[in-house]
């Protein structure tokens, strides 16, 4: 009596750290983009320490004018051992105020982003998969508010709220709601297309078959499946929030610095500091922004880059042939490779690195 054959074994699958966003496409990546993706992590880890252990760090509060011995700093102090990156126009002291803004650049994008993402996703949602009127006004509402200029919205936004000047709560709130209605159309396009793709595919219209709810469907099938590029639109996102919230700051409509250390209000008391020779009240908090800004980009490129499958199939491309694949059919065959078919490497097909190329 013949037995039945052996089912095929599959690959085990991956530990859940393995698999994280950053973690997953540090694994894919590989020479120059790995090193773009290194670079941004250890420099947004830095800005993300930096911002947690800011009292830590800060040998000054960010509104300080005088140190323990009730002497004032005195406006416009060169760098020196007392103020290692001197003092600003207001008597602050430059480097407490560039590690406290780093405090409130980190609140600012985590309430912004993270209100953009829950107001975007849920209207996204909803709009895709119900479709009809809702869907019309939905598109036509977003489409507007994306078609008004990033700054212009916002500096508006922030002078309907709080009239451009509020405590440092307020301020914070102010500025997050401002880049939130900026950033909320993005995340409705994007989630919006997804559910218009996915209500229609088979498992969906199984589930309607079966009974299910139109809110389980919405939540439990279509919204796992449609929120996969979130981690990549929330990265370029928090790089754009960090400049708005710069460019209300440097305008003047961001928060009060008696309220909070913002970096873009400092770049603009340091303006006039410039032509007089005065470079340590500029240089530091415009230094802060572009790594910061730069940090978190390359962090968003890089996944960017790794979202493409022809990307992704390199690392196991690169291990099968030593270097690299010059072709991308093996004349006679697999047999006809070096070593045969166990020359090829074990395990290199969707389930271990995604989609394979040989170029």
Request: charged letters at 15%.
């Amino acid at each position: 009596m013949a037995t039945a054959a052996a089912p095929a074994s599959r690959p085990a699958k991956r530990p859940l750290l393995e698999r994280l966003p950053i973690i997953h496409q540090l694994r894919q990546s590989m020479g120059v983009q790995r090193g773009m993706l290194v670079t941004g992590l250890v420099i947004t880890v830095v800005f993300v320490l930096v911002a947690i252990f800011a009292p830590l760090i800060a040998p000054y509060g960010f509104a300080q004018l005088h140190g323990a011995n009730g002497k004032d700093f005195g406006s416009q102090q060169p760098p020196s051992p007392e103020h290692i990156w001197g003092t600003t126009v207001g008597g602050y002291d430059v480097f407490s105020r560039v590690i406290w803004g780093a405090q409130t650049a980190a609140i600012v994008i985590i309430v912004a982003v993270v209100l953009s993402i829950f107001i975007g996703v849920l209207i996204g949602l909803v709009s895709g998969y119900l479709g009809g009127w809702i869907d019309r006004v939905l598109v036509v509402v977003c489409d507007a508010i994306y078609a008004f200029p990033t700054l212009l919205l916002a500096i508006v936004m922030s002078i309907v709220i709080s009239g451009g000047q509020s405590s440092l709560w307020g301020g914070i709130f102010a500025a997050a709601i401002s880049i939130t209605v900026v950033y909320i159309p993005q995340y409705f396009r994007v989630i919006r297309a997804e559910a218009v793709r996915i209500k229609a595919e088979a498992y969906v219209e199984s589930a309607k078959v079966v009974g299910a709810s139109t809110g389980r469907i919405m939540f439990k099938h279509v919204f796992r499946n449609s929120t996969r590029t979130l981690p990549l639109i929330f990265t370029l996102n928090a790089s754009e929030a960090i400049l708005t919230l710069a460019g209300l700051g440097f305008l003047g409509f961001g928060i009060e610095p008696s309220s909070a250390a913002e970096w873009g209000y400092d770049l603009n008391k340091a303006i006039a500091d410039v032509t007089s020779g005065i470079w340590w009240t500029g240089l530091y908090p415009g230094l802060a922004i572009v790594l910061v800004v730069l940090g978190i980009t390359l962090v968003g490129e890089s996944m960017n880059d790794l979202a493409d499958p022809r990307l992704r199939g390199r690392r196991a491309v690169a291990a099968a042939d030593g270097e690299t694949a010059d072709i991308s059919v093996v004349p006679g065959g697999p047999n006809e490779a070096p070593g045969g078919l166990e020359g090829l490497e074990p395990g290199a097909g969707i389930e271990a690195e995604g989609i394979e190329v040989r170029e």
